[in-house]
């Protein structure tokens, strides 16, 4: 089984080529953050994902976190490695250093944690869900709260979790029935939550669940729900945890993948309720949990990402290694099966696509910055709606895409994949939950098309499309086959989505929301093309320098082309599906689904 390495110089290329990093070096408060700081930052990151976390996946997925008499333990390592992840202080990255954080860019932040998902998703699950509870606590929480608990969850000394999901209501928060009663400066909560990420380990002294629940006499629906910082443990007077808070660990979940992730089933109040405080205003819960949520979803998409890299890795090691067949043009029998056309299809297929993940991945985390920072309160709106626009494709896009690329790094493994000792059948394990947690590819697809495409009537859409022309026309002396292939795709694009806006005006949703998930594919398989293309040009020129790497550079040129060859071609079909996919199902009579 290969051990994952940490792609540096596609990290390094996305960041200080691809994306420009002298753009966010200008970025009001990041001037400190110079690339020698960064490339230091993601050496150090890399050194730990490679010699600490990566061998620990395969003892992780064996081994699985398990309740042992009401207490979870983690497997073999893990605590050890928690302790060093701590005390190098990669929690708090982006954390802004008002808080007692790093101050990096969150572009820098979304790089480390690619690195911490291909090396092992399970353990990087955790600091995933307390990064999204701290930035919670900073936007909305009071000042009381933030004080108690924000310096020890931007440490990392103590974790956080987001706890949506019952059992009965699944993505419909409105069905939730979790009951937080008023009680002095705190409120009691009653109820049950499920698939809690890290709801329970032994990782660290507390944890702090954040939990969406309703009051008596709240309003009906998603309008009555309210977010509660619940401990694990109650503070003491000196602000150390103590007494143990009325949260039970009723079970750990038995899932078919990420194994040493515990999944927990949550009780909230089984005695006289669970201790909790308010977030913010009452009844504003939903919109503080989008804080959470809307990091997590970009989080999940670089998770598979990273996933993905780590198949490809394999992939390639294993087909540069295994001997079998001869080669088509004769000789002796015996070659590795690289040498094979349709090995070198599917090595091919999964590099151009997890490099066009990461530039995308990383393009959106770009955005976030800027919507952050820049000085000009124009350019900070159109950042924040290319951020919002792009984040379900991140998630949904990249989820499905990671998932089919692991399926054929299994695939290139042959038989040998299928079983476990290879490792890739735990990859393929591992990042088949991606699709589904943080929403699913459908309800991203309905995100997108909905609050996103809809809400705007396209404005932000045609924003990311004019851009996407402008690369178009860049690329027209260096390399016309791809300028054609790219302006084909983007054209599809364009027209499918007038399409779209013309049937919501008609009021025809139900045809528009019954092709979100063609429809979403076709912007990430377009704007992942972008990229791509943007990359050869930029490798082009740097292959006239002296000191080129010049197998790099020219694999840059080559996934470019492939990609645009493989999969930019597939754009008018999908393009099709939206203008006219939805005639049946608009139709739909459910009963002619039976089949008995």
């Known amino acids: 089984m290969a051990e994952y390495v940490a792609p540096m110089r596609d990290l390094s290329f996305v960041l200080f080529d691809l994306l420009d990093y002298s753009h966010v070096l200008a970025l009001p408060g990041l001037e400190e953050a110079t690339p020698d700081l960064i490339e230091a930052v993601l050496g150090e990151a890399g050194r730990l994902a490679t010699e600490v976390l990566s061998p620990l996946n395969r003892t992780g997925d064996v081994s699985h976190s398990q309740l042992q008499n009401g207490e979870v333990v983690t497997p073999e390592g893990w605590k050890e490695a928690y302790r060093l992840f701590v005390d190098g202080g990669w929690n708090s990255l982006a954390v802004d250093t008002e808080y007692g954080g790093q101050g990096l860019p969150w572009l820098v932040s979304t790089a480390v944690q690619e690195l911490w998902a291909g090396a ?31 310096e020890n969850m931007i440490s990392g000394e103590w974790t956080g979790t987001m706890n949506l999901t019952e059992s009965q209501a699944g993505s419909d928060l409105a069905a939730i029935k979790t009951m937080a009663v008023p009680e002095g400066d705190h409120y009691r909560l009653h109820g049950q939550k499920i698939f809690i990420t890290y709801g329970d380990h032994d990782l660290t002294e507390n944890i702090i669940h954040m939990v969406l629940a309703k009051t008596p006499g709240a309003p009906s629906g998603v309008k009555g729900i309210s977010l509660f910082l619940v401990p694990r443990n109650l503070l003491d007077e000196q602000g150390k945890p103590g007494q143990e808070n009325d949260v039970t660990t009723v079970s750990l979940e ?78 002796k029998s015996g070659v590795p099966i690289i040498e094979h056309p349709d090995v070198q299809r599917m ?112 404005q932000t859409a045609q924003m990311l499309i004019t851009q996407m022309r402008q690369e178009q026309e860049a690329s027209r002396a260096s390399d016309p086959h791809l300028a054609t292939t790219l302006g084909q795709a983007i054209d599809a694009l364009e027209q499918a989505t007038q399409s779209l806006l013309g049937k919501a005006a008609a009021g025809k949703l139900r045809n528009v929301f019954a092709v979100s998930v063609p429809y979403l594919m076709l912007w990430g398989v377009v704007g992942g093309g972008w ?66």
């Not at 909230?268 to 009452?282: F, K, N, R, S, W």
């Not at 890299?309 to 394999?314: A, D, K, P, T, V």
């Not at 459908?442 to 098309?449: K, V």
């Not at 203008?579 to 008995?596: F, Q, V």
């Open 254 to 331: 038995h899932k078919m993948g990420i194994h040493a992730s515990p999944t927990a089933v949550l009780s909230y109040g089984d005695g006289d309720g669970a201790v909790g405080y308010l977030v913010g205003e009452i009844h504003e819960g939903l919109k503080y949990m989008f804080v959470m949520m809307n990091l997590a979803r970009n989080a999940v998409g670089v998770q598979a990402l990273g996933v993905a890299e780590r198949s490809w890795q394999q992939a390639l090691a294993y087909a540069s290694e295994r001997v079998q067949g001869q080669a088509l043009e004769g000789g």
């Open 120 to 150: 092992n998703m399970s353990f990087g699950l955790c600091p995933l869900l307390t990064q999204g509870a701290v930035e919670a606590l900073i936007r909305h929480g009071s000042k009381d709260l933030q004080a108690r608990y924000l």
């Open 531 to 596: 990229l791509l293309i943007r990359s050869a040009r930029i490798a082009a020129v740097k292959l006239q320098q002296p000191q080129a790497d010049r197998n790099y550079l020219q694999g840059k040129i080559t996934s470019a082309r492939f990609f645009a060859d493989h999969q930019l071609t597939l754009t008018m079909g999908l393009a099709t599906t939206v203008e006219s996919g939805d005639a049946t199902l608009a139709a739909l009579d459910i009963d002619t689904l039976a089949t008995a």
């Open 347 to 458: 090595l091919l297929s999964m590099k151009s696509q997890v490099e066009a993940m990461r530039a995308l991945d990383y393009y959106t985390a770009l955005q976030l910055d800027c919507a952050l920072r820049e000085a000009d309160p124009d350019q900070r709106q159109a950042s924040q709606a290319l951020y919002d626009f792009l984040t379900p494709v991140v998630k949904g896009w990249s989820t499905e895409t990671a998932a089919q690329v692991v399926s054929t790094g299994l695939q290139v493994h042959g038989g040998m994949g299928y079983i476990e000792e290879t490792g890739a059948a735990q990859l393929h394990r591992d990042v088949r939950i991606t699709t589904i947690y943080e929403g699913t590819t459908g309800i991203q697809a309905a995100d997108l098309m909905g609050r996103k495409l809809l809400r705007d009537r396209g």
